[in-house]
């Protein structure tokens, strides 16, 4: 039944489902596009700290309704050279999974394949939803944007995801 006491819960609930929803669909259209990313990308310099604010903002209703979740942002001078559409994606995927947070943490012996398609590890088997495509497709984006990405991780202290930028990679058009 959707009767609940707070007739604005039933709203925000169904307002997470398609984001998450969306998130899924943007995973796998992603996933279809990647062989021939090369033909849709659009180098530019990017402020990274409005990148960043963007991306937070659209998946902002994911963090705004849980209590024990609390999203900060430090400042972020300058620009990057990236696609601003493809790097956007990497960031949603990973908001949408946390950042750096004090979560669940990933254990030691799944960390070395959490980049490989398909692997979910020992959360994702669990109660978790995974689809083993998410930190692939964020790992393939970033290769070919020039960036790379590194996760460090501790079970039940978290993960902190680390994104390094390369300059000069991308041809601006």
């Known amino acids: 039944l959707l009767l609940q006491e707070d007739p604005g819960a039933v709203g925000t609930e169904v307002e997470v489902e398609l984001l ?4 899924y669909v943007d995973m796998v259209l992603g996933y279809l596009r990647i062989g021939s990313i090369h033909a849709d990308l659009s180098p530019q310099e990017v402020p990274l700290e409005a990148l960043v604010r963007e991306s937070v903002k659209k998946v902002s209703t994911l963090f705004i309704h849980q ?21 956007s994606f990497v960031l949603e995927q990973i908001l949408t999974n946390a950042v750096e947070d004090t979560g669940l943490g990933i254990r030691a012996e799944d960390l070395p394949r959490i980049f490989e398609r398909g692997f979910t590890g020992y959360n994702g088997r669990g109660g978790q939803r995974s689809t083993g495509l998410g930190l692939y497709l964020c790992h393939e984006v970033l290769q070919r944007l020039g960036h790379t990405i590194s996760i460090r991780s501790e079970p039940g202290k978290g993960t902190a995801v680390c994104i390094c930028f390369a300059r000069g990679t991308l041809v601006v058009e």
């Open 20 to 23: 998450k929803i969306e998130q």
């Open 67 to 87: 209590k024990s979740t609390t999203l900060q942002i430090s400042s972020l001078p300058g620009t990057v050279l990236t696609d601003k559409k493809w790097f």
